[in-house]
């Protein structure tokens, strides 16, 4: 399998539940970003993982818990949830973290989560 | 601080006719421009992109030009297809850090 597979692809759950996502990219890079994209918004850039290391956290609540155990995977554990976290979760991937010019990102299908 | 502002949507085109989709940015240094398209139930995919001031990005029948003097990159398209019905992301890499605009939703009627 190649690129950037994202599971599951939809997600129902409660304000109560603990449910995880998985993000894994087949592209050997360095980068991996998890998105919140919401209707009529901008794309929200949540984490940035860098060589494994945490790089960005754009004042994401708590109740998202990134982990990147390597370069190829990326998870996002989420708790007690709200209904306005409702929304397309995008994972991408990049070779270089946005050091090299014209660097392209390759993002996964989305898990589109729906909380009740 | 660094930024895109790409036109509301939704676009409604007939098949065949021409395309734009404008797209403006902020940034300070020599940033990078992309467009990405997003079919529905799919992530963003890159669509083309450029590198430096004068050049054109190109791919299936799209193009843009990466102006400095107007800092713009407009999406164009001579002749739609009802297969270009998607939402498309203007985007910037400046500073290390990726920009996307709200994006544009455009539908190709037959």
């Known amino acids: 399998e190649t690129g950037v597979t994202q599971t599951p692809r939809h997600l129902v759950m409660g304000m109560t539940n603990k449910k995880s996502l998985k993000c894994e990219q087949h592209?050997?890079?360095?980068?991996m970003y998890w998105y919140k994209q919401s209707a009529k918004k901008p794309l929200e850039l949540m984490f940035v993982?860098?060589?494994?290391?945490?790089?960005e956290n754009n004042s994401v609540p708590s109740r998202f818990s990134p982990e990147c155990p390597n370069s190829s995977h990326l998870f996002l554990h989420l708790h007690t949830l709200q209904p306005e976290d409702s929304a397309l979760y995008l994972c991408?991937?990049?070779?270089?973290?946005?050091?090299?010019?014209?660097?392209?990102?390759?993002f996964g299908p989305g898990t589109r989560l729906l909380v009740l | 601080g660094d930024s895109v502002t790409q036109m509301e949507g939704p676009v409604t085109l007939s098949e065949e006719a021409f395309l734009t989709i404008n797209c403006t940015y902020t940034?300070?240094?020599?940033?990078?421009l992309f467009w990405y398209v997003q079919y529905p139930g799919e992530g963003l995919q890159l669509l083309l992109k450029?590198?430096?001031?004068?050049d054109k990005g190109s791919n299936k029948g799209f193009e843009a030009t990466y102006r400095k003097e107007t800092t713009s990159f407009h999406l164009e398209k001579g002749s739609v297809q009802v297969s270009d019905s998607a939402v498309y992301f203007c985007?910037?890499?400046?500073?290390?850090?990726?920009?996307f605009g709200t994006g544009t939703s455009l539908t190709v009627i037959p």
């Open positions: 991408a991937s990049s070779q270089g973290s946005g050091r090299l010019a014209g660097e392209t990102q390759y």
């Open positions: 592209l050997g890079h360095n980068a």
């Open positions: 993982y860098n060589f494994k290391e945490q790089t």
């Open positions: 940034a300070t240094g020599y940033p990078s």
């Open positions: 450029a590198t430096k001031a004068d």
């Open positions: 985007a910037l890499l400046a500073g290390n850090q990726f920009y």
